[in-house]
């Protein structure tokens, strides 16, 4: 997506606003310098919601790796050039991930006893 990106991040001991705010001037101050450009990159201030259970987490999850595929970009979520959902598949093929270690979130939601987090992932998986 060429006009905006979709973070999930876990909260620690420093402010979400104070993360994002050290991200924006950071990646704005490099990506400046790589491409000769001057100004702002974000237009706006960043969006936030709060991911209070595991069934919200999962839906967060569903977008993110569905939106490439809901704005026409890709087919599949793994097609994506940016989705980590073809990262953690191939590690998962390579047997360097155990998904049963991955989070107990993702397993009850497999209905076709695989791992979990690639049938989560998916629009069809409810």
């Known amino acids: 997506m060429a006009n905006h990106v979709h973070l999930l991040v876990k909260e620690s001991n420093t402010d979400i606003s104070i993360l994002m705010k050290r991200f924006g001037v950071s990646y704005g101050y490099w990506y400046n310098w790589k491409y000769e450009r001057r100004g702002h990159l974000f237009q706006d201030r960043f969006k936030s919601e709060c991911i209070e259970d ?3 987490l999962l839906t967060v999850i569903r977008y993110i790796h569905n939106n490439p595929v809901k704005a026409a970009i890709v087919h599949k979520p793994e097609q994506y050039r940016w989705s980590k959902k073809a990262y953690l598949q191939a590690l998962q093929r390579k047997q360097l991930l155990d998904f049963n270690e991955f989070g107990a979130v993702f397993c009850c939601f497999n209905k076709k006893g695989g791992p979990g987090y690639i049938a989560a ?3 069809y998986v409810v």
């Open 54 to 56: 595991d069934a919200y």
């Open 121 to 123: 992932s998916s629009p």
